[in-house]
């Protein structure tokens, strides 16, 4: 599942038989985040508005997203039809289907790919916090959609204010002194004196 930089490889005879060894590994993957309670409290009865579905009684956050069914249902609750076909059983096949259907029905409503989990931090256990944050990107992502009308998770993003000038506008920005910067009506040359004046005394 990991990709794994390797210093170092050597075998070594145990009991007539050989082992691999490898040292100074360590694993290329995002470093967990850390978990917040509250944050997943606030995702989980988020999506059971959505989809109108509570999750299973006694089984954890983790598990209960894991298959990736109730992340698709989510998913065509905001936008229909975004996933067709949803697994509802099968292997570790079938979920990570799921997932990946997912991940592309973030991309196609809009979330940035950026914040999007990767399959195997929900898979293996391994990134809870970022799936957490995967969901919650996706609920920024819905207030840019006019055809959604609630329930909402997150409070409203910052909408970026753009000005847009004509060119005409801007040529005449060009020429325009600000007032902090004195003004030019009027200038001359006359009377400036440049660098130091030295005053010449003329005996008598």
């Excluded at 916090?129 to 959609?145: D, W």
């Excluded at 006359?190 to 130091?196: D, E, R, T, W």
Aim: contains cysteine; proline residues 4%; aromatic residues 8%.
């Amino acid at each position: 599942m990991f990709n794994w930089s390797v210093d170092e490889r050597q075998m070594k005879d145990t009991d007539n038989s050989k082992t691999l060894v490898i040292s100074g590994f360590w694993p290329l993957r995002r470093v967990a985040g850390k978990r917040e309670p509250n944050q997943e409290a606030e995702a989980q009865q988020w999506i059971e508005q959505v989809i109108g579905e509570k999750f299973p009684a006694g089984v954890t956050y983790e598990d209960a997203l894991r298959d990736g069914v109730l992340l698709c249902k989510l998913m065509n609750k905001l936008q229909p039809d975004l996933i067709t076909k949803i697994n509802t059983s099968g292997g570790d096949y079938k979920m990570m289907d799921n997932l990946n259907q997912f991940q592309k029905a973030c991309i196609k409503y809009g979330v940035p790919d950026v914040d999007l989990f990767q399959a195997v931090d929900l898979m293996e256990r391994k990134n809870i916090a970022q799936v957490t944050n995967t969901i919650f990107a996706i609920g920024r992502t819905t207030y840019k959609h006019p055809e959604w009308r609630g329930p909402w998770l997150g409070p409203r993003p910052a909408e970026e204010n753009k000005r847009h000038f004509t060119e005409e506008q801007l040529r005449a920005g060009e020429g325009y002194i600000g007032l902090q910067a004195g003004t030019n009506k009027g200038a001359t040359q006359a009377g400036q004196n440049f660098g130091a004046t030295r005053k010449i005394l003329l005996g008598k």
